[in-house]
């Protein structure tokens, strides 16, 4: 999006995350036309593959969970790309929760999409046997050093040992952050807290003038992986992956303060009422938006909603915004996630070579080409692939304002969104439903957790 975000996302990446040319000469007609429907794409991002020689239809379904205006525009300009395909598109809208399990039975059955969405971490461990991997794609489109048209902070959470390069990877994300009603907060007299301990008090205020603090839809599995993780890093940065890895035990001290912490938010009703039974989309948002919350838990991907031309300028009228990380309890820092966002993949059942072809194409046309259009009403922070001009466009004052904000809190990275065991996540997202509701010590949840891994 801007050059300098770039480099300061890459270099905060870098101490994250450890980290793994030139394309063919020759461009056929088709790719002339992608190349010309991509303006504002620099000529390093384009994709050069020979087209099937066939008139015949190929059917390309492509599953995930978006927006139906986003998704159906970009079946639109594909199939003009390539008339001889036809793009159905499977959406499971924004219930994440859905669309996973979706997925997990059609794969099973053999009746999988050709092209689905996958997030680096326990989703794609759930299905990386149904991926294929794209390297020979990419080396016949890109050249031998295919792999520096893409940040290299995201190679090693889309390339796995003796399988190859997972996917179309998309843009980069930040998790762990808290939206703010900035007019509710003045109207009130009250100062955007810093630290949980501020946090606790403000919420004490706002309740007592019938306002709801935190909205959370602590019904998605998703947005409480997002939450715990982000606790985890409050209290022992980076530690929630050496415990994954067998490196510390999830029983150990900070981890068990960590899920003490997360059940102080029910406790000390700093989250609205009911929370559990919430999801983000649409629950908590309409709640927050609305006015009857003073904040929202959600990622940078929330910023969609201020650079949408129907709803924002009415959100303007309204309320001013801000965003800030998660406040941390005293004596601890800010800690966000930063992240590959989710990687477009090729299901390896997709039938014939002209299919599995047509199906990359799609799915890097969805993850970089298009990624001019998806952000103008998307928010996108930076495109993993090198060169693609962003077209993000705010309504008001508060986008800009949260914009620099997002890139500020980029220095309080300290690791990746997604957990990676698949069996000690699940028991994990158990562990704090059972927390929340009371049913469960966090030490006790811990024991359990601790138990899943010790059994692998």
Known sequence: MRKGMALFMVMAMLVTSAGCGSPDAGQ?????????????????????????????????????WGDEKVLSDAEKRFEELYPNVDVVIDNCGHVYDDYVNKLKVTMAAGEGPEVFKLQPGALLEQFKDYVEPLDSYLEKDLGDNWRDQFEE??????????????????????AGSMYINQTILDENGLEIPTTYEELAECSKVLRQKGIMPIAMGAKDDWANQDFIVTLFNQFAPGKVYEVERGNGKWTDLEMVEALKQWQKYFTDEIFVDGAL????????????????????????????????????????????WAVVPLPAPQGK?????????????????????KTKEMAYKFAMFFASEYMTEFSKTEYVMQTARKGIELSTAFYGESGPKMEESLKDMVQYSRGVRELTNVETKAELLTVLQEIAMGALSPEDGAARVQAVADEQ
Do not use: R
């Open 28 to 64: 056929t007609a088709e790719d002339t036309a992608l190349k010309e429907s991509s303006a504002g794409a620099a000529e390093s991002a384009e994709i050069k593959t020979e087209e099937p020689v066939s008139d015949e239809k190929i059917t390309i379904t492509y599953m995930e």
């Open 333 to 353: 820092e800010p800690a966000v996630q930063v992240a590959l966002s989710d990687m477009i993949c090729v299901n390896k059942g997709a039938g014939d070579e």
């Open 277 to 320: 039974g919430l999801s983000i989309y649409n629950d908590a948002l309409d709640m927050f938006e609305a006015g009857n919350a003073a904040f929202l838990f959600n990622g940078h991907w929330n910023m969609g909603e201020y650079v949408n031309a129907e709803k924002s300028p009415k959100f303007e009228e309204d309320y001013q």
């Open 153 to 174: 902070v995201i190679w090693p959470q889309i390339e796995a040992d003796g399988i190859g390069w997972l996917g179309a990877p998309t843009y980069l994300s930040v």
